[in-house]
């Protein structure tokens, strides 16, 4: 087990604590994460918001290497979306350089570590510099086989929503089809997440207990876990605490639990 954390984690640590509360046999597939509170991060600190951007930098890379070393099959990042047009044209500027730094200096690791990288969103309205540093990135890590990392960017689940409908009204219209007949697999078939499976678990930082327009469709049955620890604190016992609490809780998808079957069962 400590295998994929050796020489990361001190015998006796807290993260070794914690580790040793996971479930292995129990791990979320898809892990998505809101990362929010860079801005009041820096607040904080008197700094400027973009400072918080930049100090986030390092949650992502703790967050990213921490998952591929658990095994995790799929980890979502929302780092921008369709609302976040509405900032400061310097601070969408220094969130887009960021980025391009994020990749230049990561995709090595990323690529070394078996890490498939991907996007969701509009991302071809984005800037042409930064289409290039992602379908770069995207193209190196085509073929690996390990946790895909996917970066929702210019994204808003009601803008994937509408992207999906339309396609599938092409779809119906050329294949002389009733609207009636789509089915709801074939609406995830034309989401951006088709190649994935739906999170498990939902994390949000800041304490905010809300969305945000993300995933509208695929986290329908998400467990979601919210923490006050703002996103440029975030680290990896963070992430193994998000995972306890996640593998505490019972998955019902609308139906009974086992316990509550057997006491009906029981009382007929």
């Not at 015998?11 to 979320?28: A, C, K, M």
């Not at 597939?29 to 991060?41: E, F, L, P, S």
């Not at 350089?97 to 690791?109: A, D, G, S």
């Not at 992602?134 to 210019?154: C, D, H, Q």
Request: aromatic fraction near 10%; glycine fraction near 6%.
């Amino acid at each position: 087990m400590y295998q994929d954390f050796n020489g990361l984690i001190e015998p006796g640590s807290h993260d070794e604590q914690l580790l040793n509360q996971i479930d292995f046999t129990r791990l979320p597939r898809h892990i998505a994460v809101i990362m929010d509170g860079n801005g009041r991060w820096a607040k904080r600190r008197y700094l400027p918001r973009v400072a918080g951007h930049r100090a986030g930098i390092e949650a992502v890379r703790a967050t990213v290497e921490t998952s591929a070393r658990l095994g995790i099959e799929a980890l979502t990042l929302y780092a921008f979306s369709v609302e976040n047009w509405k900032r400061p044209p310097f601070e969408i500027e220094a969130l887009m350089t960021f980025l391009k730094e994020y990749l230049r200096k990561e995709l090595e690791n990323i690529h070394r570590n078996n890490i498939r990288f991907q996007t969701i969103g509009r991302t071809t309205e984005l800037d042409e510099s930064v289409q290039f540093e992602l379908r770069s990135a995207i193209r190196k890590t085509s073929g690996n086989t390990g946790m895909v990392l996917n970066v929702a960017l210019n994204y808003g689940g009601r803008v994937e929503l509408v992207d999906a409908f339309r396609k599938l009204m092409e779809k119906c219209q050329r294949e002389g089809r009733a609207l009636e007949s789509i089915t709801e697999a074939e609406i995830e078939r034309h989401l951006y997440t088709a190649n994935l499976p739906d999170p498990d678990l939902l994390i949000r930082t800041s304490g905010e207990m809300r969305v945000s327009n993300f995933l509208l469709w695929q986290i329908a049955y998400s467990e979601i876990y919210v923490t006050d620890i703002l996103w440029p604190d975030f680290r990896r016992p963070d992430l193994f605490a998000a995972i306890i609490d996640f593998q505490k809780r019972e998955r019902r998808y609308g139906g009974l639990s086992e316990s509550t079957q057997r006491a009906v069962v029981n009382a007929s």
